[in-house]
T-cell receptor, first 113, second 113 residues
Framework: AAGVIQSPRHLIKEKRETATLKCYPI?????VYWYQQGPGQDPQFLIS???????DKGSIPDRFSAQQFSDYHSELNMSSLELGDSALYFC????????????FGNGTRLTVT | AQKVTQAQTEISVVEKEDVTLDCVYE???????LFWYKQPPSGELVFLIR??????QNEISGRYSWNFQKSTSSFNFTITASQVVDSAVYFC??????????FGKGTMLLVSP
């Protein structure tokens, strides 16, 4: 079965650079979530989209923005990168917002040097 | 507000031992979902189980079993006859209403041969 696809798998950037992470949800899934997991930490919710509209917002820094496109894929844009942004970024998708389980992608590991 | 507590930071067992991972949750919602995810060293988040708040039946899947008790707000996970491949970080998570997943801090399970 098709899963959530994230690209790239690994990304190395320098401080103050920008990065774009992409997420392709499971076909027919209309809801996308972004999570950030720092080293040794639990995943923290950043932002979610339902039917291409932002549906919920968590601890996403103002330097980050995201959107969901007409084909339901989503991109997380990160600017003015800081060392503390180094983390594993997960995208998850679900069908609807309420009672569907989230299926996570394999994550993008971002390293900021 | 939602909260998930996994009091066990790390558990070490020897292969073939049974092990139980504890999870205690807090929510004011009467309708909610509980999840367990496995995160192996490779980093991906693997969905294991989802239970809704109205279904307190225990579930068994192979060597895995889950005990859901609303009276104690617990959703514990037992691995029977543990194997080295079970070594991973296990996250318990909660979703209530339209809110997104809230994860516990995770329990690192180390299974040695």
């Amino acid at each position: 079965a098709a899963g959530v696809i994230q690209s790239p798998r690994h990304l190395i950037k320098e401080k103050r650079e920008t990065a774009t992470l992409k997420c392709y949800p499971i076909p027919r899934h209309d809801t996308v979530y972004w999570y950030q997991q720092g080293p040794g930490q639990d995943p923290q919710f950043l932002i979610s989209f339902y039917e291409k509209m932002q549906s919920d917002k968590g601890s996403i820094p103002d330097r980050f923005s995201a959107q969901q496109f007409s084909d339901y894929h989503s991109e997380l844009n990160m600017s003015s990168l800081e060392l503390g942004d180094s983390a594993l970024y997960f995208c998850a998708s679900s069908l609807g917002r309420d009672d569907s389980p989230l299926h996570f992608g394999n994550g993008t590991r971002l390293t900021v040097t | 507000a939602q909260k998930v507590t996994q009091a066990q930071t790390e558990i070490s067992v020897v292969e073939k031992e049974d092990v139980t991972l504890d999870c205690v949750y807090e929510t004011r919602d009467t309708t909610y979902y509980l999840f367990w995810y496995k995160q192996p060293p490779s980093g991906e988040l693997v969905f294991l189980i989802r239970r809704n708040s109205f279904d307190e039946q225990n579930e068994i899947s192979g060597r895995y079993s889950w005990n859901f008790q609303k009276s104690t707000s617990s959703f514990n996970f037992t691995i029977t006859a543990s194997q080295v491949v079970d070594s991973a970080v296990y996250f318990c998570a909660l979703s209530a209403g339209y809110s997104t997943l809230t994860f516990g801090k995770g329990t690192m399970l180390l299974v040695s041969p």
